[in-house]
């Protein structure tokens, strides 16, 4: 018989609960690190003994099932290699934590060192190199006209072995030096020194990268392997199939963004009187001008935020964005009396006595021209953030709006008027100080404005532009002449000016929610009504729904042509590319499954419903230097991805629940069939799931070796992307517990699961500190209302589908299926 310790490490009861005291161990760290910092995050949990035999144990549990299980006699090599991976890559941890060394070197100009710096919890120590490194001299680029650096750089001079060498170092750009590797890390104040990060780990990185090799043949074998669990799930879904009916849904969420509000009448009445040519404002709208990181961009793109800004809205009754900026610039007298400017609070409409829901610019003044909200805005910024109520908050916006008004009604914002021979690539507002010009470039850039704005009031009575065109074809030129010091594309300007213009992701946020709503209820009437003109209806919005796929690829494109880099470096990217991913993946099952692709399109609707919301921001921004590493494009796509499929688990998992609460007696035979169905979808979109998620994990792991010299720092953003690996890895593997081995388990963990990629994907983000909080946004806070609906249904849905389970569940999922 076999011992009790034999027993413990062969049961996958064992597996279950040391992965999940792993990931609640990893979670408590994330927060720790948050509050009392790195150092001791890693001395309580990542460097500590307990949590070294945690890993140790996990390993014993799998050589003990492998074993146990004879899974070499059946051959099941994708799970042996994939698993394995695991162990070569812990084993590669654990020699980069004995034998690696990881310092730091900071050197002034001129100065050379070889000593670099080792800091631990308690102390700092020195290792000497066996070579000396001087520092010729440290260079940081800027964005043009911005403090935002755009690449740093340290030029150096390596002294080894009796030779000098000349080499450089900058992000992603590593210098290699009898096994030490230097990466660009930081810089001093001043400019003058440069700070550099030298990793030492020979060893430890080549077993880790074997491990990943390893990693990714392994999937292969797991996808493609007759044997393996996925092969075994698709035989099943066709055999069920065969003799399937049209699948039941009353699972839907449909939900449409607000449009531009109309205009009031009094509004219309002012505005509409004195209307710029269209074709005059796109004259305008065209010209580039430098925004406030440095990027160059049409006066279109600017326009649009700033109406975006001011009136939540992208036109003012039948003026675009363009018209608006041009009409605001020419008559400022008018419209500082209109009220445009959103203002959704009503209690502060009320304690300033202010046009409720939309207020105008000389609202905010009293009669003696005191600005109203200075008192109430003093005290709200004197507050800590955490502590602002929602009237200090709206305070707050209200202001930055007043203040966006206030700059362009005195032409600042508009950096159009580049300066000869300026060693930043400045441009200038006609607003600014420009003093700095001189000669004819002076007289130009003081009076070109005023003569401007003089033609576009006459053409504004007259209705002739042809005088107001002229003038901007001179600050066109002037542009040309002056502005050859900066990268400016024509091509991408008219690219931008047409990408703002289609507005490529709120229609297909419409065609998605559209389609995949009809898909659904075309699934409703298909259960109780198999005619041939409904099959048809429901496979012409297939091709529909793949026509808007194709329109949403282009739209990525564009931003890609753009921006020059892949768009998904920011939330809002990140937003756009998870919803193209989702409905990736139910295109993939769609011969398969019409209700997991109808399912897929309509969780694609709602993603760019929610990357429409105010508090995500659209805008195209310069890349800070980390993210300049064609690692990136990799790491995010596939991790990304990888979201997409774990949203489709989590709609097929609610869907089934809604289908278990309404089951009956006289549905229980075609329902249950259903259930089947799709939870074996649902399990097929986890094995993809967890495959992208744990090779992007490692492509980020990869990403970060070559750009801070390390493949893994416990960062909380890489170490949450662990824990979502490790969450949807228990739901995996549930099914081979007994007690755990049921459709309702499986499809409510699956659910649950999705918290995690949530937290990795907005919680760390917003709420916990590190190196990949590059998109953090104030306002994300809004996004609160649709989680909390979202647990609110899944509590409701899983309690009432838990009490009904035992009365249907005759036939699980898994009966038929074989154990690992």
């Known amino acids: 018989m076999k011992s009790t310790l034999e027993k413990f490490f062969s049961s996958y009861i064992t597996t279950i609960s040391l992965l999940l005291i792993y990931a609640f161990g990893l979670a408590v760290a994330t927060f720790i690190e948050k509050y009392h910092g790195t150092m001791a995050a890693k001395a309580m949990i990542y460097y500590s003994p307990l949590f070294f035999l945690l890993q140790f144990l996990l390993v014993i549990n799998f050589i003990a099932i492998v074993v146990e299980r004879h899974y070499l006699k059946s051959k099941k090599w994708g799970l042996i290699v994939t698993h394995f991976a695991f162990i070569v890559i812990l084993s590669g941890a654990l020699v980069s934590h004995l034998l690696g060394e990881e310092g730091i070197l900071h050197l002034r100009e001129g100065e050379s060192s070889n000593r670099i710096a080792i800091r631990t919890a308690d102390k700092t120590t020195f290792h000497t190199l066996p070579f000396t490194v001087e520092l010729v001299k440290f260079t940081l680029t800027r964005y043009p006209g911005s403090a935002s650096p755009s690449s740093y750089e340290s030029e150096l001079l390596v002294h080894v072995d009796g030779k000098t060498t000349h080499e450089r170092v900058y992000m992603n750009n590593v210098l290699d030096v009898k096994g030490y590797r230097f990466f660009q890390a930081s810089y001093d104040q001043d400019e003058q020194g440069t700070i550099l990060s030298v990793n030492r780990d020979v060893a430890g990185r080549n077993i880790t990268y074997t491990g990943y090799l390893m990693l990714i043949i392994g999937f292969i074998f797991c996808f493609a392997g007759k044997n393996s669990r996925f092969m075994q799930l698709s035989r099943r879904l066709k055999e069920l199939r065969n003799n399937s009916l049209v699948i039941f849904c009353l699972f839907t969420f449909g ?30 709208g065209s010209l580039p001008i430098q925004s406030v990181n440095g990027r160059m961009i049409p006066i279109n793109t600017f326009s649009s935020k700033v109406l975006r800004k001011l009136h939540k809205a992208d036109k003012i009754g039948n003026l675009n964005s363009d018209q608006f900026l041009v ?8 419209w500082v009396q209109v009220p445009f400017i959103s203002l959704s609070n009503k209690e502060l409409a009320s304690y300033y006595d202010l046009t409720e829901g939309e207020c105008a610019y000389i609202e905010m003044f009293d009669s003696n021209g005191n600005y109203k909200l200075q008192e109430k805005l003093e005290e709200a910024y004197n507050k800590i953030p955490s502590e602002r109520s929602r009237f200090d908050k709206d305070i707050l916006k209200l202001d930055e709006q007043i203040n966006i008004f206030h700059q362009l009604i005195n032409y600042q914002m508009l950096n159009l008027f580049p300066k000869k021979d300026d060693p930043n690539h400045k441009w200038y507002s006609p607003g600014d100080d420009l003093s700095t010009f001189s000669g004819k470039d002076s007289m130009f850039v003081s009076h070109i404005m005023g003569w401007y704005l003089a033609e576009v009031q006459e053409a504004l009575n007259s209705g002739d532009w042809k005088k107001a065109d002229e003038m901007v ?15 400016i594309s ?7 000016i047409k990408y703002n213009q289609m507005d490529v992701f709120r229609q297909c946020k419409k065609g998605y929610l559209i389609l995949g709503g009809l898909l659904l209820i075309l699934s409703f009437v298909l259960l109780f009504r198999q005619q041939r003109w409904i099959k048809s209806v429901a496979w012409l919005l297939g091709i529909a729904v793949f026509a808007v796929f194709l329109f949403h690829m282009y739209g990525m494109g564009m931003r890609w042509y753009i921006a020059g880099y892949a768009p998904w470096s920011n939330s809002y990217e990140t937003m756009v590319y998870v919803a193209w991913a989702t409905v990736f993946a139910g295109l993939l099952f769609v011969r398969r499954s019409r209700i997991t692709f109808a399912l897929a399109t309509l ?12 508090w995500m921001d659209p805008q195209i921004n310069p890349l800070v230097p980390v993210l300049k590493s064609p690692w990136l494009m990799f790491h995010v796509a596939v991790i990304v991805a990888a979201y997409g499929f774990f949203g489709i688990c989590c709609l097929i998992g609610l869907t089934n629940l809604v289908m278990m609460c309404l089951i009956k007696e006289s549905n229980r035979i075609m329902l249950s069939a259903r259930i089947r169905e799709l939870s074996i979808i649902n399990e097929m979109s986890m094995l993809i799931g967890l495959a992208l998620m744990t090779i992007g994990t490692f492509l980020g792991a990869v990403w970060a070796n070559e750009s801070w010299g390390r493949y893994w720092g416990w960062d909380p953003k890489e170490t949450w992307a662990l824990i979502t690996m490790v969450v949807y890895a228990v739901v995996i593997h549930m099914r081979l517990i007994k007690s755990l081995n049921n459709s309702w388990v499986f499809n409510f963990g699956s659910i649950i699961a999705f918290y995690s990629v949530l937290m990795t994907f907005f919680g760390v983000n917003y709420f916990l500190s590190g190196m990949h909080s590059y998109g953090q946004n104030d306002n994300v806070y809004g996004i609160f209302i649709y989680l909390y609906i979202y647990v609110f249904i899944v509590l409701i849905v899983g309690f009432i589908s838990f009490r009904k389970k035992f009365q249907f569940l005759s036939e699980e999922i898994s009966n038929t299926s074989e154990r690992k």
């Not at 009409?327 to 008018?334: E, I, K, N, V």
């Not at 074809?473 to 990268?487: C, F, W």
């Not at 024509?490 to 931008?496: C, D, N, S, V």
């Not at 969780?603 to 105010?614: D, T, Y």
């Open 603 to 614: 969780f694609g609707g709602i993603i760019l419903f929610v990357s429409g919301l105010s």
């Open 490 to 496: 024509p091509e991408k300007i008219q690219a931008e």
């Open 327 to 334: 009409s605001l610039l020419a008559l400022p007298d008018m």
């Open 473 to 487: 074809d001179m600050i066109s030129k002037y542009q040309q002449v002056r502005g050859n010091s900066v990268d």
């Open 255 to 284: 939900v449409m963004q607000a449009e531009a509000k109309p205009a009031s009448p009094s509004m219309m009445e002012a505005v509409q009187k004195y209307v710029v040519s269209s074709g005059h404002a796109a004259q305008f």
